[in-house]
Structures are given as structure tokens and as C-alpha cells.
């Protein structure tokens, strides 16, 4: 599920590349590429989930091959089929909202076979594997848990693993896999729990999927009036208007917008949200800088009834 500080991020990020692209990106390609920004994050979490199932199948593999050899061993021939016959990753192979979405979106791993076979090498050398293996029995809430271990501990620190994902997608970046890494885990919890729907949507509701697309336009239409205000705020003697970080600004603005036009996110909310988002993509002195300014222009906007909340 894409949640409002991913959504923000992407707001964020689609605003900077529309204001250094002005030239040659209209607004309503800006807001396409938004869009599809958002869509791919969902994708992203789904191909996650997917990854699971991929990883399982190739280690069936392996010991399918294995029972082939020429010489094969005992082991060979009656191996442990815990880890394949995973109980989560049936349940999660059966599931008919993930199948359809990966299906209709054309979603596998089939064409990263070596990125495949290396991550599950790592797997298979795992302490929380080769615990999992030596269990005398388990269950849907152990099987579980062993994929929430190994996808924290193995899978999403991978240091080759974002840069693989974005051979496969430019739209994918760290906070996308930050953000739906902890979807698919609380995924695995709701297989767990029983859940009759487990799978998140792409939103939690109406309201957030119709966030990105309404804060970037309100921000777009409303950057002037709100670029009046911060620079009324602006310590010339300290800083040159002029020369404030464009990322500053549009997280200034961003944060603006949001509180002049959505009454139910809190104004402190909103405030933490920018100011994060400021220390991670600006310079080192950003979230100050956007935390004294930004606090400033809140108190003068509800003074002039612009913030009513």
C-alpha cells in the first residue's frame, strides 16, 4: 500500500523535475509521470512478493536437478522439502489478487535467473534457514515468520538489490523499497493472522489516491502566493532569497499547500513530514533552515486566516 510519505516524496520529486523541465514537460505530463510514479511503487510491492515465490521455485528446482545427477546421494534423493513446501508460500502462490495483478502486469523474475540463484545462495547460508530446516515440525505462523526473517535480514540488505531493481524500473528508488519492503512484511503477518484479503491495495482509500494528483496541482497553482510568504521570512542578512536551494523551496511550498487545503492532516503532521523530507533530500542545513521558516509562515497564514486549522 502507498501511504502519504511516499506520496509526498513522489509530490516532491515530480515538482522539481516539472520546475527544471518547464521548457519541455507540460503540467499535464508532469501529472502522468506522478502517476506512473505511483503506480510503479505498488508494482514494486507486488514484484516483492512475487520474489518469494520465485526464490522457492528455483531451490525446487535445484533439488529436482539434484535427484537427476548421475551419482546422486541419499540427501539428493530424499531431501528436506521444508523451505519449498512452505505453508506462507502456498498460501501466498494461491492467492488470486496477487496472481491477477502480477499476471496483468506482466510481473517475474524469469529474466534475473543469476540475481535469483545468488540471493537464494545467500538464503540457504542463513542462520534463520538452516534453523528453520532443523525444526522437528512447524507451522503457518513459523513458516511465516522464517520469510519475515530472511527477507529482513538477507533479502532487503542485499547491497546489490536496489541497484537491480532499477535496471528493471527508473521509477524504483530507496524509499520505495524502504516503504513497500515494510508492506510486504506486514503482509506476511496478515497470511499469518488469517486474513481473507491479506494483499494491501495500492491505497488505503479514496482519499489517498486521490492525494498525489491534488496537492501537486494545488502546490503548482499555488507556489507564487506561497514563495511571497517564505521570502518575507527569509533572513537577508543571512540568506540571499535568491539563492535558497530549489528543493527548499518546493518542500516549503509542498508543506504550504497541504496545510492551506487538506483540514484533516494536522498541521504538525504535515510540518514533521516536510521537515523530514527536507534533512533527507536537500542540503545539511535544510531541515533548519525549513523548520524556523516554515514555522514563521504558519503563524502568519493563520493570522491571515489562510490556515484555518
Not at 532499477?166 to 519492503?181: A, E, H, P, R
Not at 491479506?198 to 479514496?206: T, Y
Not at 492551506?260 to 494536522?266: K, Y
Request: aromatic share 10%; hydrophobic share 40%; with cysteine.
Amino acid at each position: 500500500m502507498i501511504n502519504r510519505v511516499l506520496i509526498r516524496v513522489k509530490v516532491v520529486q515530480m515538482l522539481y523535475a516539472y520546475m527544471v523541465s518547464k521548457d519541455s514537460m507540460t503540467l499535464a505530463q508532469a501529472k502522468k509521470e506522478l502517476k506512473k510514479s505511483l503506480d510503479k511503487s505498488y508494482e514494486l510491492y507486488n514484484a516483492l512478493l512475487k520474489l518469494i515465490i520465485e526464490l522457492t521455485d528455483v531451490q525446487d528446482l535445484r533439488l529436482d536437478e539434484a535427484k537427476h545427477k548421475f551419482l546422486p546421494t541419499e540427501e539428493d534423493m530424499n531431501p528436506n522439502m521444508r523451505f519449498v513446501e512452505n505453508e506462507f508460500v502456498k498460501r501466498l502462490r494461491e492467492d488470486q489478487t496477487l496472481s491477477e495483478f502480477v499476471e496483468d502486469k506482466k510481473i517475474n523474475w524469469r529474466d534475473d535467473e543469476l540475481f535469483v540463484r545468488l540471493l537464494l545462495d545467500k538464503i540457504l547460508r542463513s542462520e534463520d534457514y538452516q534453523e528453520y530446516m532443523e525444526m522437528p515440525k512447524t507451522t503457518l505462523v513459523r513458516d511465516g515468520e522464517v520469510w519475515y526473517q530472511l527477507l529482513k535480514k538477507v533479502v532487503f540488505t542485499d547491497e546489490n538489490l536496489l541497484e537491480h531493481l532499477q535496471s528493471m524500473s527508473v521509477f524504483y528508488t530507496d524509499d520505495d523499497l524502504n516503504i513497500m519492503g515494510q508492506f510486504v512484511l506486514k503482509t506476511i503477518r496478515r497470511f499469518e493472522d488469517g486474513e481473507a484479503s491479506p494483499i494491501f491495495p495500492q491505497f488505503k482509500d479514496d482519499e489517498d489516491s486521490k492525494f498525489g494528483e491534488q496537492l501537486f496541482l494545488k502546490v503548482v497553482a499555488e507556489m507564487e502566493d506561497n514563495n511571497s510568504y517564505i521570502d518575507k521570512f527569509v533572513k537577508t542578512e543571512k540568506w540571499d532569497t535568491d539563492r535558497i536551494a530549489m528543493m527548499d523551496r518546493l518542500v516549503m511550498c509542498a508543506a504550504l499547500t497541504e496545510m492551506r487545503n487538506f483540514p484533516s492532516i494536522p498541521v504538525n503532521v504535515s510540518l514533521n513530514e516536510y521537515i523530514e523530507l527536507a534533512k533527507d533530500y536537500s542540503t545539511p542545513r535544510s531541515g533548519q533552515f525549513v523548520n524556523g521558516i516554515l514555522n514563521a509562515v504558519v503563524n502568519q497564514m493563520r493570522a491571515d486566516k489562510v490556515i484555518i486549522k
